[in-house]
């Protein structure tokens, strides 16, 4: 009688481990790594992985999937439909939902929401207001919660703090990593004519401009500083701010989005008016070359998606009616991907800004890397291949995306979720198998 070592093996496949790229068969047991070399054997189940690239699991560290409260625009099963389907392995969810997410209980129940439903990982934003250190505090020890989200300026929702003694408090007082919305509210409320009189959506970067986001950005950077605390600067969108960044790799770790890596104005508002429009603005071509040197100099640690839909309805309210916000889940890995493949980051890279980067940050020890005990999550794609994006493909409840008809190179074409896969060439393959993620596990 023959035991089986392994509950599947990926065979053939290129993998990207942390430090390089080759070849090796993946071995799993129980849902965890625990072997890669040539010529695995003694499987249960085979998945033949020749010609295709294995990625560790990519997370998406900031979605939108609007449940409770907003579900007309996306909920959990619809919007970990759409990351199944693009990759992505595992999400955090912001907690700008109705009512927005502020206490451990509501955590608590966005966690029971997911559960049996997701078709990815998933952890929750705890939001921070005025009046809820206390929660944050104690949302440490809530289970599925991987952060504090902190709006500086409004955006969609009524989550807002601005008032630096609070901040202060928050940052001495709380352990959870915290992401920052960085826009200065006094301003955006002083210019706020500039939005009301406005009739296009390219009026929206003029609003929300780079003075907006840079006084914000320094303003946090140098508290942060002062009450010696880390924190996670959100969709970074101006050269101006990465300029800043650069002297503050003690304090803060940073994020870009694919939006600003791959859209930029005039254009993107000529060609998709309201569909481009989001918080902070998608701005001109020279920000978007300043935010790809940044990369390419160390100073972006990961890429989310701010996957933000809004319905087609809603968006034709038009400027300045229209709420802000692109979707992204399902497009962030296949998009990066091509950037990779054309060159502008290589494969480690990409593996570091999707997957390990934010796997560290939140404290997700045992994901984010093809490494012996390990979870046995993975994307898969076929970089020889090209794809097209199409809206018809797109599972998010939004019905738009802006890269509709877009080429890419490569193809993401496989989803597991610990050893078992969940999405094979576009169609889900499985039942929902997202679990809730906690730090240090
Ligand atoms: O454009 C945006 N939309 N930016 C945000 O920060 C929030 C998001 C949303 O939730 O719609």
């Avoid at 020890?141 to 202060?168: A, E, H, R, W």
């Avoid at 390990?356 to 794609?381: H, Q, R, T, V």
């Avoid at 509709?404 to 193809?411: A, E, F, N, R, Y």
């Amino acid at each position: 009688m023959t035991t089986e070592k392994y509950d599947v093996v990926l065979q053939g496949g290129t993998c990207v481990f942390p430090h390089s790229v080759g070849q090796a068969d993946i071995g799993v047991a129980n849902g965890k790594i625990t072997s890669f070399r040539p010529n695995l054997q003694h499987a249960k189940k085979i998945i033949n992985c020749a010609k295709l690239t294995i990625f560790p699991g990519v997370i998406d560290s900031q979605v939108h999937f609007r449940e409770p409260g907003l579900t007309h625009k996306e909920d959990l099963e619809s919007g970990s439909h759409a990351a199944a389907l693009g990759g992505v392995t595992a999400f955090l969810e912001m907690p700008n939902t109705k009512p927005p997410t502020t206490t451990c209980a509501q955590v608590a129940e966005k966690v029971s929401l997911a559960s049996n439903r997701a078709f990815s990982h998933f952890g929750f934003f705890i939001g921070a207001t005025a009046h809820n250190l206390e929660e944050l505090i104690a949302a440490e020890n809530c289970p599925g919660c991987v952060g504090i989200k902190i709006f500086l300026g409004s955006s969609t929702g009524d989550l807002l703090l601005y008032d630096q003694k609070i901040l202060c408090e928050i940052f001495r007082r709380t352990k959870l990593p915290i992401a920052i919305h960085s826009e200065d509210e006094l301003r955006l409320k002083e210019r706020e004519y500039i939005r009301n009189q406005a009739t296009h959506a390219r009026q929206h970067l003029e609003w929300r401009d780079v003075e907006t986001a840079l006084r914000s950005t320094k303003m946090i950077l140098e508290l942060a500083r002062k009450c010696q605390r880390r924190i996670h600067v959100l969709h970074i969108s101006s050269g101006e701010e990465m300029e800043v960044l650069r002297q503050y790799r003690d304090t803060a770790t940073v994020e870009l989005l694919p939006q600003h890596l791959t859209l930029h104005a005039p254009e993107c508002y000529d060609r998709l008016g309201v569909y481009a429009q989001m918080n902070p603005p998608i701005r001109e071509r020279h920000h978007q070359e300043a935010l790809w040197r940044a990369l390419s100099d160390g100073i972006v640690d990961i890429i989310g998606s701010d996957h933000a839909p809004h319905t087609k309805a809603e968006k034709e309210r038009g400027y300045p009616h229209s709420p802000s916000g692109l979707p992204g889940v399902q497009t962030i890995f296949p998009i990066m991907l091509h950037h990779a493949l054309d060159g502008k980051l290589s494969l480690l890279r990409l593996s570091k800004l999707l997957s390990e980067n934010p796997a560290n940050l939140y404290g997700l020890n045992y994901k984010g890397k093809i490494a012996i005990g390990y979870d046995a999550d993975f994307s898969l794609a076929d970089l020889e291949s090209q794809s097209t994006v199409s809206v018809e493909q797109m599972a998010s409840s939004c019905g738009h995306t802006p890269y509709d008809g877009m080429k890419l190179k490569g193809k993401v074409c496989m989803t597991i979720l610990k050893g078992n896969v969940c999405m094979l060439d576009g169609v889900l393959a499985d039942k929902p198998r997202g679990e809730p993620l906690f730090q240090g596990s």
